[in-house]
């Protein structure tokens, strides 16, 4: 179903600034209850985004010897935000990013508040033409930070988690291997997809993807006036019956038959620049 919105979560209150591009003190300035609502963005596309699009989500950044000249402009705007910048060594670094894959420059951040769709703004993205994309079930972290970074580089704006009790959320490593492209994304949250869809069909032209050869392929979906709803499924199983079934369209992209499908992400790169691109340039 179709829900309204929530109202967002306030932010904490800002940390203290550190003294200068090496502070002393290496552990973090908040602990306990308070720390583990804070966010990792790591990697210097992934952090130069949210400083450019949020930096009043920023708590702290970390950064080391590599990174100093890069972290020079975020750290000023930190510093004007009374809030602290440390120069850590790798080891620390790794401590505090969780991995070692962390790009030499990690922002802590206040979580991003995930609206539910509501049926009003989804009226308003198709009167607006935006074709979205509706990912049910899609439990790979990586997947869902590959195909934000697909959406965000082909300049599309909106991405939909539904609730299927696999679909992965907005964590650190969907953050990092999304580059930055989360940031240039709405994302909001879909309840009951299937059941949702229906009542988005008026609006969408809701297109499903199936993993084996029970669809049409892309170059055959018929044109619209009515902006795709392109709906990806989990990576093992593809999506629910109930949803599949509620699609209007599903395509599925022929292979040569020598691996049984892509992977969820290959397959969003290519749907979203052969229907969702086309269906803008029309």
Same mark, same amino acid.
């Given at each position: 179903m179709i829900r309204k919105t929530r109202p967002p979560r306030a932010g904490g209150a800002p940390g203290k600034r550190g003294a200068g591009p090496a502070v002393r003190a290496t552990r973090p300035a908040h602990s306990g209850a308070a720390e583990e609502k804070l966010g990792k963005i790591a990697g210097l596309s992934a952090v130069a985004a949210v400083f450019r699009r949020e930096p009043e989500r920023v708590v /702290?950044?970390?950064?080391?010897?590599?990174?100093?000249?890069?972290?020079?402009?975020?750290?000023?705007v930190l510093a004007r935000l009374r809030r602290p910048y440390r120069l850590l060594p790798p080891e620390e670094m790794a /401590?505090?990013?969780?991995?070692?894959?962390? $790009? $030499?420059?990690?922002?802590? +951040? @206040?979580? @991003?508040?995930v609206p539910d769709l509501t049926l009003e703004t989804a009226q308003h993205w198709a009167k607006a033409g935006a074709a979205t994309v509706l990912l049910d079930g899609v439990g790979n972290p990586h997947n869902l930070g590959?195909?934000?970074?697909?959406?965000?580089?082909?300049?599309?704006?909106?991405?939909?988690?539904?609730?299927?009790?696999?679909?992965?959320?907005?964590?650190?490593?969907?953050? /990092? +291997?999304?580059?930055?492209?989360?940031? =240039?994304?709405?994302?909001?949250?879909?309840?009951?997809?299937?059941?949702?869809? @229906?009542?988005?069909?008026?609006? =969408?032209?809701?297109?499903?993807?199936?993993?084996?050869? @029970?669809?049409?392929?892309?170059?055959?979906?018929?044109?619209?006036? /009515?902006?795709?709803?392109?709906?990806?499924?989990?990576?093992?199983?593809?999506?629910?019956?109930?949803?599949?079934?509620?699609?209007?369209?599903?395509?599925?992209?022929?292979?040569?038959?020598?691996?049984?499908s892509l992977n969820v992400s290959a397959t969003a790169a290519i749907l979203t620049y052969s229907l969702l691109l086309r269906q803008a340039e029309r």
């Open positions: /702290r950044l970390y950064y080391d010897d590599s990174m100093k000249t890069a972290a020079g402009p975020f750290c000023a /401590r505090v990013a969780g991995t070692v894959l962390h $790009g $030499g420059i990690v922002a802590a +951040v @206040r979580p @991003r508040e590959a195909i934000a970074r697909t959406l965000a580089f082909f300049g599309l704006g909106h991405l939909v988690l539904s609730d299927h009790p696999a679909q992965a959320g907005l964590s650190d490593a969907a953050y /990092r +291997v999304a580059e930055g492209g989360l940031e =240039f994304l709405d994302v909001r949250r879909l309840t009951g997809a299937a059941q949702a869809l @229906r009542s988005l069909r008026p609006h =969408f032209h809701v297109v499903g993807t199936a993993l084996h050869a @029970r669809g049409i392929p892309p170059e055959a979906v018929p044109r619209d006036r /009515r902006p795709i709803l392109l709906v990806l499924g989990n990576e093992e199983n593809g999506l629910p019956p109930p949803t599949l079934a509620a699609c209007e369209t599903v395509v599925t992209i022929p292979g040569g038959g020598q691996i049984q």
